[in-house]
C-alpha cells in the first residue's frame, strides 16, 4: 500500500514535474537504488522528450549492437543523472501522429508486463523526430556474448549457470504465452534477445515489438512474409501456415541446444557430421550415445541428469509440428525435474524423408494424437493437461485435430 502511494508520487514527479517539460531537459537528480525499486512497481511507462534521451544517450554515442542495427532498431547506452543506465531502443520508421495511439496502448502493454525473466520497460518517446523505448540496462550483455565469446573460453561458466539461465528463459516465455492479460508471442527468442543481469539472470527482451496477439486469437496467419530470424524460426513462420505461441517454443528449443553445446546451431567449420548441431545431438540420443555429447560439450558427470533432460527437451520443442511442442510451463518443468519427460520422436524426419508434405502432415498428426494417448498413460501430468481455463479452451482446439 505504501509502496503503491509512493510509486504513484514518484511517478507524478517523474511525468508532471519533470520528465514531461521540454524547457527542461535535466533528468531527476534523486534515481537512488530505493527509487530504482519503486520504478520496478510502476504500473505506467514514463514518457521521455526526444531531448532528454539525447542527453542520456550523449546524442546516441555509444551503440550496444555487434554489427548492424537489430530488426526493430538500434540500441543505445544511456546513463540518466545520478548514474542510472538505460538502454535505450530507437525504433525504425516515422512518428505519425496516426499511430500514436496504437503506439502508447502497445507500450502500455509492454510497460506493465512484469516478471524477473523479462527486461523492465521503463518509458518511452513518441515525437516527430524519435520513436524510442527505454529498457533497464542489463550489465552482462546478452547470451549469445556468453555462449560464443568469440575465441574466450567459454567453458569456465558453471553448468549451474547455463542450465538456470535455460530454466529462467523458459519461465519468462512461459509468463508472455500463459500468464499476462493479453498473451504476447515473442517470434524472435534467441541468444541476442536474451540479456543477463550481473548474477546471470536471464531476462527476456523484446518481446511485444512484433504485433500482439490477442488470447482470444489462438492462431496467427502471416501474410507479410516470414519472421524471426534464420535457425531459430519454426517451419511455419516461413510458410503460409498458421502461427501460434508455439513458433516461441521451437526458437527456445533452437536456443536449448545451444546452451546444451555452447556453440552455435550452425558451424560450418566443423565435419557434415557435426555441422548441424541439433541433428547430431538427434543421432545420439537416437543411438543411445549420450556419453559423446557429455564428453562433446564438456558436460561433468554430476549434471548428467540435468543435461539428458535439456536435450529431451530441446528435440520435444523443435517438433516439426507445433501441436507436438510442449506448452512452455511444461518446459520449465520438465527442465526442473518435476515432469517426467516422455522419449522423443525424431524432430528432423520431415527433412530426410521425402515423402511429400501433405502424407507427412497427416502422419505427424495420427503420431501426435497417439503420443497424447501415450503420454497422459506415462506422466503423472502430460503436455495435455491444462491447468489454466485458457489452456483448456485450446485443449478443445487441440482435440479436434
Ligand atoms: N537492455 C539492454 N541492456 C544491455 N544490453 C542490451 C540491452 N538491449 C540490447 N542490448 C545489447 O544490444 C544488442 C543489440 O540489440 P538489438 O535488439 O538491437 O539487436 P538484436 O537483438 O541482435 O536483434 P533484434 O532486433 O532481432 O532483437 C543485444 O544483442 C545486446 O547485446
Ligand atoms: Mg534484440
Not at 522528450?49 to 532498431?73: E, R
Not at 529431451?312 to 523443435?318: C, E, I, K, P, T
Not at 489452456?391 to 479436434?400: D, G, V
Amino acid at each position: 500500500m505504501i509502496l503503491t502511494r509512493l510509486s504513484v508520487a514518484v511517478q507524478r514527479f517523474f511525468n508532471g514535474k519533470k520528465l514531461s517539460s521540454a524547457s527542461n531537459p535535466q533528468l531527476p537528480k534523486c534515481i537512488t537504488p530505493a527509487v530504482h525499486k519503486l520504478l520496478d512497481e510502476l504500473e505506467k511507462p514514463i514518457r521521455f522528450s526526444s531531448l532528454q534521451l539525447k542527453i542520456a544517450t550523449q546524442n546516441f554515442s555509444s551503440f550496444l549492437g555487434a554489427a548492424g542495427a537489430g530488426a526493430y532498431g538500434a540500441v543505445y547506452k544511456g546513463e540518466l543523472p545520478g548514474g542510472f543506465m538505460v538502454a535505450v531502443k530507437v525504433l525504425n520508421g516515422s512518428s505519425d501522429k496516426k499511430i500514436e495511439d496504437q503506439f502508447l496502448a502497445e507500450v502500455s502493454t509492454i510497460g506493465r508486463t512484469h516478471h524477473i525473466n523479462l527486461v523492465l520497460l521503463y518509458g518511452f518517446c513518441f515525437e516527430k523526430d524519435l520513436r524510442a523505448l527505454v529498457y533497464e540496462f542489463l550489465e552482462k550483455s546478452s547470451l549469445d556474448r556468453l555462449l560464443f565469446n568469440g575465441g574466450g573460453d567459454n567453458s569456465t561458466i558453471e553448468w549451474e549457470s547455463l542450465h538456470n539461465i535455460a530454466v529462467g528463459t523458459a519461465r519468462g516465455i512461459a509468463y508472455l504465452h500463459e500468464e499476462c492479460q493479453q498473451r504476447i508471442i515473442h517470434y524472435d527468442i534467441k541468444p541476442e534477445n536474451i540479456l543477463l543481469n550481473s548474477e546471470l539472470c536471464p531476462k527476456v527482451s523484446d518481446f511485444g515489438l512484433a504485433k500482439l496477439c490477442n488470447r482470444e486469437k489462438t492462431h496467427m496467419t502471416l501474410t507479410e512474409g516470414g519472421r524471426g530470424t534464420p535457425g531459430y524460426a519454426a517451419p511455419e513462420m516461413w510458410m503460409p501456415f498458421p502461427v501460434s505461441h508455439k513458433c516461441d517454443v521451437y526458437s527456445f528449443g533452437m536456443l536449448l541446444f545451444e546452451i546444451l553445446g555452447r556453440r552455435r546451431n550452425m558451424d560450418e567449420n566443423l565435419p557434415e557430421s557435426q555441422e548441424w548441431f541439433p541433428k547430431w545431438v538427434w543421432k545420439k540420443f537416437e543411438k543411445g550415445e549420450f556419453s559423446d555429447l557429455m564428453v562433446v560439450c564438456r558436460i561433468e558427470d554430476k549434471d548428467r541428469d540435468k543435461a539428458e533432460r535439456m536435450a529431451m527437451v530441446a528435440l520435444w520443442s523443435v517438433q516439426y509440428l507445433p501441436e507436438l511442442r510442449p506448452w512452455m510451463s511444461h518446459v520449465v518443468k520438465m527442465l526442473e525435474g518435476g515432469l517426467n519427460i516422455p522419449r522423443p520422436r525424431n524432430p528432423f524426419q520431415h527433412l530426410t524423408s521425402g515423402s511429400p508434405r501433405s502424407d507427412l502432415v497427416a502422419r505427424f498428426i495420427e503420431e501426435a494424437c497417439s503420443l497424447k494417448r501415450e503420454i497422459a498413460r506415462t506422466t503423472s501430468e502430460s503436455f495435455a493437461t491444462c491447468p489454466t481455463p485458457t489452456m483448456q479452451k485450446y485443449e478443445i482446439e487441440i482435440a479436434t485435430l
